[in-house]
């Protein structure tokens, strides 16, 4: 053995069950010797004898230096001595994580029941301001204060005003806050949202704005009871949205805002009950212009108000209705991501002409939602027809009086386009007979508002009755101001990835006929065969596929080690290696094996830029960034709607009577929606109550919506390699993230999984076993492994929570603790102490202990913070309060089992803190340690404690 034997050692302490009825502990290392040096071998063989004795030694002393070095006597004493091995009940832990949900899920229900209930009351309870009053107010000079979150804490950047508040603005004080995502709060009040095409000078918004304000009682309350509550916010049907605690927008007064919570999904899934709706498009000759761009319009706004509940279809008709999207004849389609992206695209190119024939579009839309009510498909509530047209030249009453009277179970909307357009007399009766709403859309400008005034008639029926307030919870999804944002980054994304391949294949197609050229020029006076150059060597005909393969044109290492292998080939077998072109000439084959790897750049050549991210498109990409780019956090909301109690509105009518005019009130029924109360839950709150030292190695937890769709699993990636939100990220089915182990094809069902899939849809309780295949290092490795699920619905919430646990080893858990009361009564000994020195580390992402208003104090790191309660725990008035809090700034959320595992721990590891003595050799007590070259030795617990010691720098006395 030739060089200087070279390894690094990798220790860790685990612990296993023997057998099914014994308890005893059996405490195995893992050693990892890598860089051994080269073994070069003799010409004559070595005698077996001697290389046995050679293993034998190797292994004996790498042994003994492992013990010593992992102390692996003195840990294994101490757990044999106190440790003891549980068996998991997998239905007992799903329960009990699911009722701690639930637990969780119920306080944020009540939260936002307070905050409907205070927002009926105020609505009724404050004077209203009229037009007239705020026309004088502002002839007065007079302003309504309020915290606009557009203008708070903005200032002159140059000019002799630099440093002063911008005109209108306010100054807030705020401080940034781990538990609302690291971004500036303040907790006294709340903040107002006002979207761009809203003026928060009408009336209407103007009350809403200050009545709404006397909410930050009841939202202060909520926060001071709930600590892990996080935004807590009321959507107005008006258009703004308060929102608690106050923080400043990301987009300032006069810059692009595309927000409005009117669009967001908890208002969206609240203010209306799930729906089928069917949209007919005016295709006819006179849809041109700016008329069709505005129809255009009305559609992807109206595809904008759908949720995943919701289903759907387009159809544009002129003298026939047409599908836009052919796959999607005679059905209608859940209005999920992929779905709505498919109609989005159908609507992008469409022709008009010939004459708009009304009886087939309204035949066909009639028929379609006939029969998914008769057949129990689709929503089973709600069922609109959105007309989209620029007028009627009848009211088509038989058409309505065969398909929709006298129950009218299907409810018109029907939208005008055109500003020259006037006889609406047609289309307005339409929507009034079948329960609808008319609008006129004459601008782009105005598309959304006259959009979005179906909602409110699709909620009257919950409003007219008041006595049940739906709660609704959400899907997951990225809290960000505007989806297809993200959508256009990712489209915009692929387009310059797909023009670089094309330009980078084009370059290279180039660069090899360039290259091939020349070593033509190079041998053509050789006779004979022009494939061997001066040296008789067989020239390179570079090909696309063997630039992937051996990367820069110009890398005569690679060329040479491959002309050197053909050579041999030809050597070894030259008939099988000659092909004749279809000239008949005999040339060398010299096509490679198919690409394994991905070339990496080479200084000296291009770079196959087809296969790999080009670092162009990353600094294109942070050129577009703007203060609007969202941070990404998954959460899911939980809201209700809130109605107008005042059931009756005063209408000033004026009637002619006998040549004058006279003003009469009317009170007239109303059935008003005056917004949507809710709170954001973060996926991540989720996860916490399903603390990864109780499921154990290789265990995890996932949760399932009421459509299959995963909130959370592992295997759930929203965001791809730059950062980007994927395309229908939250529309993920549990088939997609559970790959079972299994010899179908790709797009054969698992009958276990699909199974299991719709227990859980249902909401059932239930276990099951299967295989599945799980990917490591980066999905580079894959292995199989049987694992037991256990799965259990949420009550009161359409969502199911799943656990997924080893089978065997999965099922079983070491289990010790110290109380840290009875060990300073009985020895008084001070914690703290096992945990001196600073070689150690805990699991930066579990929950150990913390207060609930974390912006109120702060640490350094996870391992002060834990510090800081373990000194805590010692103090006589302490008491573990891991689940109920109390309702002060000075409460804190604590695990006690997972706080006392860790004290254990590191009582059971605080050998690492002493000096090691590796004296196999009395002449040389260092000798195994140089021989091995170990570095560092460390151990690993259940509680997330890491200990280590670098042995490199113990002193040899």
């Known amino acids: 053995m030739s060089g200087t034997p070279s390894s690094e050692l990798h220790c860790t302490v685990l612990s296993r069950r023997e057998t099914m009825t014994s308890t005893k502990l059996v405490f195995l290392f893992s050693v990892a010797v890598i860089s051994l040096g080269t073994v070069r071998t003799a010409e004559a063989d070595l005698p077996h004898v001697e290389i046995s004795n050679w293993a034998i030694r190797f292994g004996a002393q790498m042994w003994e230096i492992g013990k010593q070095v992992t102390r692996i006597r003195e840990i294994k004493e101490r757990y044999q001595s106190e440790a003891k091995i549980e068996q998991v009940d997998g239905f007992a832990m799903v329960k009990e994580m699911a009722e701690e949900m639930e637990n969780m899920m119920g306080d944020k229900i009540e939260a936002i029941k307070r905050i409907m209930d205070a927002a009926e009351q105020l609505s009724v309870s404050h004077p209203r301001l009229s037009r007239q009053d705020l026309y004088e107010m502002r002839q007065r000079a007079e302003t309504i204060e309020y915290y606009n979150a557009k203008r708070l804490n903005m200032y002159h950047k140059s000019g002799p005003r630099a440093g002063e508040l911008l005109d209108n603005h306010k100054e807030l004080i705020m401080s940034n806050s781990q538990h609302f995502g690291n971004v500036g709060v303040n907790t006294s009040v709340s903040a107002v949202h006002v979207p761009t095409n809203v003026f928060d000078g009408g009336p209407d918004v103007m009350n809403g704005i200050l009545w709404s304000e006397q909410l930050d009682r009841i939202f202060m309350t909520n926060y001071e009871s709930d600590p892990s509550l996080t935004w807590q916010y009321f959507g107005s049907s008006t258009g703004f949205m308060r929102q608690y605690p106050a923080t400043k927008w990301g987009q300032g007064e006069w810059e692009p805002d595309l927000f409005d919570c009117r669009?967001?999904?908890?208002?969206?899934?609240?203010?209306?009950?799930?729906?089928?709706?069917?949209?007919?498009?005016?295709?006819?000759?006179?849809?041109?212009?700016?008329?069709?761009?505005?129809?255009?319009?009305?559609?992807?706004?109206?595809?904008?108000?759908?949720?995943?509940?919701?289903?759907?279809?387009?159809?544009?008709?002129?003298?026939?209705?047409?599908?836009?999207?052919?796959?999607?004849?005679?059905?209608?389609?859940?209005?999920?991501?992929?779905?709505?992206?498919?109609?989005?695209?159908?609507?992008?190119?469409?022709?008009?002409?010939?004459?708009?024939?009304?009886?087939?579009?309204?035949?066909?839309?009639?028929?379609?939602?006939?029969?998914?009510?008769?057949?129990?498909?689709?929503?089973?509530?709600?069922?609109?027809?959105?007309?989209?047209?620029?007028?009627?030249?009848?009211?088509?009453?038989?058409?309505?009086?065969?398909?929709?009277?006298?129950?009218?179970?299907?409810?018109?909307?029907?939208?005008?386009?055109?500003?020259?357009?006037?006889?609406?007399?047609?289309?307005?009766?339409?929507?009034?007979?079948?329960?609808?709403?008319?609008?006129?859309?004459?601008?782009?400008?105005?598309?959304?508002?006259?959009?979005?005034?179906?909602?409110?008639?699709?909620?009257?029926?919950?409003?007219?009755?008041?006595?049940?307030?739906?709660?609704?919870?959400?899907?997951?999804?990225?809290?960000?101001?505007?989806p297809k944002l993200s959508d256009w980054l990712w489209e915009i994304r692929?387009?310059?990835?797909?023009?670089?391949?094309?330009?980078?294949?084009?370059?290279?197609?180039?660069?090899?006929?360039?290259?091939?050229?020349?070593?033509?020029?190079?041998?053509?006076?050789?006779?004979?065969?022009?494939?061997?150059?001066?040296?008789?060597?067989?020239?390179?005909?570079?090909?696309?596929?063997?630039?992937?393969?051996?990367?820069?044109?110009?890398?005569?290492?690679?060329?040479?080690?491959?002309?050197?292998?053909?050579?041999?080939?030809?050597?070894?077998?030259?008939?099988?290696?000659?092909?004749?072109?279809?000239?008949?000439?005999?040339?060398?084959?010299?096509?490679?094996?198919?690409?394994?790897?991905?070339?990496?750049?080479?200084?000296?050549?291009?770079?196959?830029?087809?296969?790999?991210?080009?670092?162009?498109?990353?600094?294109?990409?942070?050129?577009?960034?703007?203060?609007?780019?969202?941070?990404?956090?998954?959460?899911?909301?939980?809201?209700?709607?809130?109605?107008?109690?005042?059931?009756?509105?005063?209408?000033?009518?004026?009637?002619?009577?006998?040549?004058?005019?006279?003003?009469?009130?009317?009170?007239?029924?109303?059935?008003?929606?005056?917004?949507v109360a809710g709170t954001d839950i973060p996926v991540t709150e989720l996860k916490k109550r399903t603390p990864a030292y109780k499921l154990g190695v290789n265990g995890y937890s996932f949760i399932v919506n009421n459509n299959g769709f995963v909130l959370h699993h592992p295997d759930h990636r929203p965001l791809d390699a730059d950062g980007l939100l994927k395309p229908n990220y939250n529309t993920v089915d549990l088939s997609e993230v559970e790959l079972v182990d299994s010899d179908g094809g790709p797009r054969e069902n698992d009958t276990y999984l699909m199974t299991m899939r719709r227990e859980m849809i249902e909401r059932r309780e239930g276990e099951t076993s299967f295989k599945v295949r799980v990917h490591h290092d980066g999905m580079r490795r894959v292995s199989v492994r049987r694992q037991r699920y256990y799965y259990r619905g949420l009550k009161g919430t359409p969502y199911s929570l799943g656990l997924a646990l080893p089978d065997g080893y999965g099922h079983f858990r070491v289990v010790a603790e110290t109380e840290v009361k009875r060990l300073m009564a009985d020895h008084n000994i001070n914690v703290s102490s096992f945990f001196s020195g600073k070689n150690w580390k805990i699991h930066p992402d579990w929950i150990y202990c913390r207060y609930n208003y974390d912006h109120l104090k702060s640490f350094d790191s996870p391992e002060a913070q834990v510090m800081h309660f373990v000194d805590r725990t010692q103090r006589e008035r302490w008491r573990w309060n891991s689940k109920h809090p109390r309702p002060s700034h000075d409460s804190a959320r604590c695990d006690k089992h997972l706080m006392q595992s860790l004290i254990f721990d590191a009582q059971a590891t605080e050998v690492f803190d002493k000096n090691i003595s590796l004296s196999i050799d009395r002449q040389d007590p260092h000798a195994m340690f140089k021989l091995f070259g170990i570095s560092v030795a460390f151990v690993a617990t259940r509680s997330g404690l890491l200990r280590w010691q670098d042995i490199s720098t113990i002193d040899d006395k």
């Not at 939602?369 to 007028?391: E, F, H, P, W």
């Not at 040296?535 to 005909?541: A, C, H, K, N, V």
């Not at 008939?575 to 990496?600: C, D, L, Y």
């Open 494 to 675: 692929e387009r310059r990835k797909q023009r670089d391949r094309s330009l980078n294949y084009r370059a290279l197609l180039r660069l090899i006929s360039e290259r091939n050229n020349a070593q033509s020029d190079d041998t053509s006076n050789v006779t004979g065969n022009n494939t061997r150059d001066a040296s008789g060597r067989p020239t390179i005909s570079m090909t696309v596929e063997q630039y992937l393969t051996y990367g820069n044109l110009v890398n005569e290492e690679r060329l040479n080690a491959h002309r050197i292998k053909q050579e041999r080939e030809e050597a070894a077998n030259p008939a099988n290696n000659q092909q004749h072109n279809r000239q008949g000439k005999s040339v060398t084959s010299t096509t490679p094996n198919p690409v394994s790897s991905v070339p990496t750049k080479h200084p000296d050549g291009p770079r196959a830029e087809a296969l790999v991210k080009p670092d162009t498109l990353k600094a294109w990409l942070k050129r577009i960034e703007t203060r609007t780019k969202p941070k990404f956090l998954m959460a899911i909301s939980v809201a209700t709607p809130v109605y107008d109690r005042k059931n009756f509105s005063n209408i000033i009518e004026k009637i002619l009577i006998n040549d004058i005019w006279e003003e009469k009130t009317r009170t007239v029924r109303t059935a008003n929606l005056l917004g």
């Open 263 to 482: 669009l967001r999904p908890w208002y969206l899934q609240a203010a209306a009950s799930p729906k089928d709706m069917i949209i007919l498009v005016d295709t006819s000759g006179s849809m041109t212009g700016v008329r069709k761009e505005i129809a255009k319009h009305v559609v992807l706004t109206l595809l904008d108000t759908l949720s995943e509940n919701d289903f759907i279809n387009i159809y544009k008709f002129s003298e026939v209705p047409v599908p836009v999207v052919p796959c999607f004849k005679d059905k209608l389609v859940q209005a999920n991501l992929e779905n709505v992206r498919e109609l989005r695209n159908g609507m992008m190119e469409s022709e008009t002409s010939d004459i708009a024939n009304f009886t087939s579009a309204f035949t066909t839309a009639f028929e379609i939602l006939a029969k998914y009510n008769r057949t129990t498909q689709g929503s089973q509530c709600n069922q609109a027809i959105m007309l989209v047209t620029d007028g009627a030249p009848v009211g088509y009453r038989e058409i309505f009086e065969k398909y929709n009277w006298p129950h009218k179970p299907v409810r018109v909307f029907t939208y005008v386009i055109g500003r020259e357009i006037i006889d609406t007399a047609a289309t307005n009766w339409m929507a009034c007979a079948n329960k609808g709403y008319f609008a006129r859309v004459t601008s782009l400008a105005e598309v959304r508002e006259q959009v979005l005034k179906y909602i409110p008639v699709l909620s009257r029926p919950m409003v007219m009755y008041q006595k049940d307030h739906p709660v609704i919870w959400t899907s997951a999804y990225i809290d960000i101001a505007e």
